[in-house]
C-alpha cells in the first residue's frame, strides 16, 4: 500500500524560506516522476514542481520558478520542496504525488502539510 507523507510546514513570514518533505512507502520514488502540488483555501489544487528522481531532471509551475527547488534522496525513499522567497499567494496546504507530467497518479493523497505566509 502507497504511504505518502509530507512534512515541514509552518508559519513564515513573507521573504521566508521553508523546507518541506515527502516520505515514501509502499513505492520505490526513485522509479517515478514525483510531484509537489498546494491548495489554497477556496481554490482547485494546483501542480507546484516535478522532478523526475531517476535523473534529477525538474519542472516547475511558472509563479514558483526561481523560488523553488524540488529535489530527492533516493536512499530515504524522499522528495523535498526547498521554498525561499516565500510570498502570501503560496499559503495552502502542500501535497506529493507520484505525476504523469503534472497530472497526478495515486488517487488518495496524504494529509498534506500547511504552509502560512504571513506577516
Known amino acids: 500500500q502507497v504511504q505518502l507523507v509530507e512534512s515541514g510546514g509552518g508559519l513564515v513570514q513573507p521573504g521566508g524560506s521553508l523546507r518541506l518533505s515527502c516520505a515514501a512507502s509502499?513505492?520505490?520514488?526513485?522509479?517515478?516522476?514525483m510531484g509537489w502540488f498546494r491548495q489554497a483555501p477556496g481554490k482547485e489544487r494546483e501542480f507546484v514542481a516535478g522532478?523526475?528522481?531517476?535523473?534529477?531532471?525538474?519542472y516547475y509551475a511558472d509563479s514558483v520558478k526561481g523560488r523553488f527547488t524540488i529535489s530527492n534522496d533516493n536512499a530515504k525513499n524522499t522528495v523535498y520542496l526547498q521554498m525561499n522567497s516565500l510570498k502570501p499567494e503560496d499559503t495552502g496546504v502542500y501535497y506529493c504525488?507520484?505525476?504523469?507530467?503534472?497530472?497526478?497518479?495515486?488517487?488518495?493523497w496524504g494529509q498534506g502539510t500547511q504552509v502560512t505566509v504571513s506577516s
Open positions: 504525488n507520484a505525476v504523469s507530467g503534472t497530472i497526478p497518479i495515486f488517487r488518495s
Open positions: 509502499g513505492i520505490i520514488l526513485s522509479g517515478y516522476r
Open positions: 522532478i523526475r528522481s531517476s535523473v534529477g531532471s525538474t
